[in-house]
């Protein structure tokens, strides 16, 4: 089985522990017995002492405490033994030191998120809780797939890690060829896996309406919305996006939803000391509200006064229709604009570049260049935050006043910035890109410190490719490679020396497919 250029059959998935593999194998043979499977827990003490954990805590203790692994699997059921046991083989499923520099303690704290919203959702449905849970604790088990497939990438991911779902998952796409979503298939073969539970692992960030289980997959996908709110960067999107979903496609008001929230939030610390995962106080459903309240509130206000006046005043209707479009323009670029520096953000990147790729003439090079800030944690490590906020606002303004208006800068994550570009003459990229380095350096950066002026620097990675190169692949398409050439470059000039540019331009002409063309010049 593959997926485009990428095979699955070679990539590295997580294999659960044979003990806890032969649990969840003998709960799920109709034919076993409780004594049968309490030896087989009894025989692996880590997780003989979760599920006694769990059955003496507040969610199935009922009478005395539980002392024996047997009363334990007779308390909890066995359909809730399988569930517990995968649970415990997810976690104990990879090494983190064949990860790179992923944050597995981070990822298993957003993974338990989403199992505690899919259970609460749950709750008077005709979807078991535990089943929920378990749904949401595995859905974004492909992640560590991709991690232990392409570890040199881990850093990469993990700058988008608190994005909104969907951004984060075209990232993913673009950065691995697929997404953790694509890689469900195999693991769930691998694991064994019930129908429901491969099911909501394949389609938990899709409209999985007309999909076998579609019920639990619709329910892993809104458990992902309400854990968002807790990890994103921007909780005031989120949440905000929560409320306009869940409302629309579970029929909650805006008391419910905040209510779930909150209540995720306290039930994550119980559960994760249940399921040993370490995680950190979870923020508060007020510091969130307030986040939005403060972020929106004029503009908000300004908005439904607007209705309320089209509602009662016909006078006055083209002039308030006209207000009321810009209100909704401010709304569209602030979803579009990075809050810090005031450039267009990773979403307005992507589709700009796509746009680009659409529409470009055939005697027309579209190009990217991928620009991060040399030893930028240095930065942050000597002087702090704010020193470091500032740097990264003088280098949008450097880097915006070095490109023409026909060509955009983007700040995409952290301390990387991208910029879109058509070229109608030879080494156009590089060039611009050379430009560029120059301007930083030539730049000073004053900052509140006494070492100020600060001297910057940065790297680039450059790709290009000429719509006529590309024919029969999509623009989508095109702008995910481009962007993994340029990344790769990116790196390569950083691992040789930092403060320079490498690009394709000296190779422009060789061999027949652009993308074969800009993969070898990329190795």
Not at 227 to 242: I, K, Q, S
Not at 488 to 514: H, I, N
Request: glycine share 6%; hydrophobic share 45%; proline share 3%.
């Amino acid at each position: 089985m593959s997926h485009g250029s990428i095979d699955v059959a070679t990539l590295d998935l997580p294999s659960p522990p044979r003990s806890l593999a032969a649990i969840v194998q003998a709960a799920s043979d109709p034919e076993a017995s409780a004594a049968a499977l309490a030896e087989l827990v009894a025989a692996d003490p880590g997780f003989s002492t979760k599920i006694l954990a769990i059955a003496n805590s507040s969610l199935y203790r009922r009478g005395a405490p539980v002392t024996s692994v047997a009363h334990a699997v007779g308390v909890l059921g066995i359909r809730q033994l399988r569930n517990l046991a995968l649970c415990a083989a997810a976690q104990a499923s990879v090494d983190k030191r064949r990860l790179g520099a992923f944050h597995l303690s981070r990822f298993w704290e957003n993974s338990l998120r989403r199992a505690v919203a899919a259970r609460v959702l749950a709750e008077g449905t005709n979807t078991d809780p535990m089943l929920a849970f378990t749904a949401g604790l595995l859905q974004d088990l492909g992640v560590l797939a991709l991690m232990q497939t392409w570890p040199d990438r881990a850093s990469e991911w993990m700058r988008v890690e608190t994005e909104l779902p969907d951004d984060r998952l075209e990232h993913e796409r673009a950065l691995f060829g697929l997404g953790h979503d694509e890689v469900a298939p195999p693991l769930a073969e691998r694991w064994a896996l019930p129908d429901d539970l491969a099911a909501a692992m394949a389609h938990h960030h899709r409209d999985a309406t007309a999909e076998a289980h579609a019920e639990l997959s619709t329910l892993s996908r809104h458990a992902e919305v309400v854990a968002t709110v807790l990890a994103a960067a921007d909780r005031r999107a989120a949440l905000e996006r929560a409320r306009l979903i869940l409302a629309r496609e579970r029929g909650l008001d805006r008391s419910a939803i905040d209510d779930t929230v909150a209540r995720v939030g306290r039930e994550v610390a119980e559960m994760a000391g249940l399921l040993g995962v370490k995680v950190k106080v979870q923020p508060e459903l007020e510091t969130i509200r307030e986040a939005a309240f403060s972020g929106l509130q004029r503009l908000n206000l300004s908005y439904e006064q607007l209705v309320a006046h089209l509602e009662t005043s016909l006078a006055t209707q083209d002039r308030l229709a006209t207000e009321l479009r810009a209100r909704n323009a401010q709304l569209e670029r602030a979803a579009r604009t990075d809050a810090l520096t005031d450039l267009p953000n990773r979403r307005a990147f992507w589709s700009t570049l796509v746009e680009h790729l659409e529409s470009a003439h055939e005697a027309d090079d579209v190009g990217l260049l991928l620009v991060d800030a040399d030893h930028f944690k240095a930065v942050n490590d000597s002087h702090g935050h704010e020193v470091g906020d500032a740097v990264l606002v003088h280098l949008a303004r450097v880097l915006e006043d070095g490109v023409s208006e026909d060509e955009l800068v983007a700040r995409i994550g952290g301390e990387e910035f991208a910029v879109v570009y058509v070229a109608r003459e030879a080494d156009f990229g590089h060039n611009l890109g050379e430009r560029l380095i120059a301007r930083v350096q030539g730049t000073p950066c004053e900052v509140p410190i006494p070492a100020s002026p600060l001297e910057l620097s940065i790297s680039i990675g450059a790709a290009s490719v000429d719509a006529k190169a590309r024919a029969g692949e999509s623009a989508t398409e095109a702008a995910r490679s481009l962007y993994r050439v340029a990344d790769a470059r990116l790196y390569r000039a950083k691992d040789t020396g930092r403060g320079r540019v490498v690009s394709d331009d000296q190779d422009r002409g060789r061999g027949s497919g652009w993308l074969a063309r800009l993969r070898g010049r990329a190795a």
